[in-house]
């Protein structure tokens, strides 16, 4: 008779890493939305991946596709990295971080498209964070030369 033995961590969190990883591409993007209250306190924080155009389910309480209505691409990217938004952008405040935290680009969004020069940026992952004056939204994007 055959016992079953766990598999080592490593292997675990590989096998982990290559599902979320397939996961996350059989969907158009995963974001980060955090929203504040009045005094500017971060009161909610929202993990959600798919078509930010469909909205899903009845439930008040579950997570609405509308509420996010952004999308970035192309992904990965070598020139140009373009954000548009379902809902008009006022001054929004738009950063690109490194993989290390640092901010590598900063701009004001305003509008529905809004269009990002990455060509000075070397290749790899970065993270792309867009701040209105409530809510803050957060995606990874890759830029390949």
């Known amino acids: 008779m055959r016992t ?8 675990t969190l590989l096998c982990f890493s290559v599902l979320m990883g397939a996961v996350a591409m059989a969907q158009n993007h995963c ?17 959600w991946c ?8 009845n439930d008040p309480k579950s997570l609405m596709a509308s509420d996010f209505g952004l999308r970035v691409y192309p992904n990965p ?8 938004s379902a809902q008009e952008l006022t001054d929004a405040e738009l950063d690109i971080l490194d ?10 969004a ?14 790899g992952r970065y993270t792309l964070r ?4 409530r809510e803050e939204y957060t ?5 390949a030369h």
């Open 4 to 11: 079953h033995r766990p598999l080592p961590i490593r292997a």
């Open 31 to 47: 974001w980060v939305k955090y929203t504040y209250d009045a005094a500017g306190n971060r009161v909610q924080r929202y993990w």
């Open 50 to 57: 798919g078509d930010p155009t469909v909205v899903y389910g």
């Open 77 to 84: 990217a070598s020139q140009n990295v373009q954000v548009s």
């Open 99 to 108: 993989n290390q935290g640092r901010s590598v680009h900063a701009q004001r």
């Open 110 to 123: 305003t509008g529905t498209l809004v269009d990002i020069d990455v060509s000075q940026l070397s290749s």
């Open 130 to 133: 867009l701040r209105t004056e």
């Open 139 to 143: 995606t990874s994007f890759s830029v």
